[in-house]
């Protein structure tokens, strides 16, 4: 899965669960604008998802700006959590007939850092665009 770089609303069943954020952007930099809010979430305080804010944050982490041309495939992120020393969890959901929320897991990280970032993947429903949002507790 990549990430798009459209701006997408959740099915009303999770955006009411408020435990995910959402970056405003519309370029191709979703995952890294997700763990951003993921490592300086105490720090952003107020309008976590406004991409201005995020940017100053762009200097603190590692990666190759190749790797997010056409979005963030999962198959990078092993590569992100080394360079950086963060673990990274992609979960995602299915909503069934019956308006029930399903987690799925995608990836669990594969080192042992002391941060962690867990990521929802968001696939929009005719699948032409996906991103990834921060999940918080």
């Known amino acids: 899965p990549k990430c798009g770089n459209k701006f997408l609303t959740l099915q009303i069943e999770l955006y009411y669960k408020k435990s995910k954020i959402n970056p405003n952007n519309n370029d191709n930099l979703f995952f890294l604008y997700s763990v951003i809010i993921g490592l300086f979430y105490d720090q952003l305080k107020v309008h976590r998802h406004m991409v201005w804010k995020l940017k100053n944050y762009l200097q603190y982490l590692k990666y190759d700006l190749a790797d997010f041309k056409n979005g963030f495939e999962i198959k990078n992120i092993p ?36 941060k962690t970032i867990n990521l929802l993947y968001v696939e929009s429903e005719n699948h032409d665009n996906n991103q990834y949002r921060i999940l918080k507790k």
């Open 79 to 114: 590569k992100f959590e080394k360079i950086n020393n963060i673990n990274i969890n992609v979960l995602t959901y299915d909503i069934d007939e019956y308006k029930q929320l399903h987690k799925y897991t995608l990836f669990l990280w594969k080192n042992n850092f002391d």
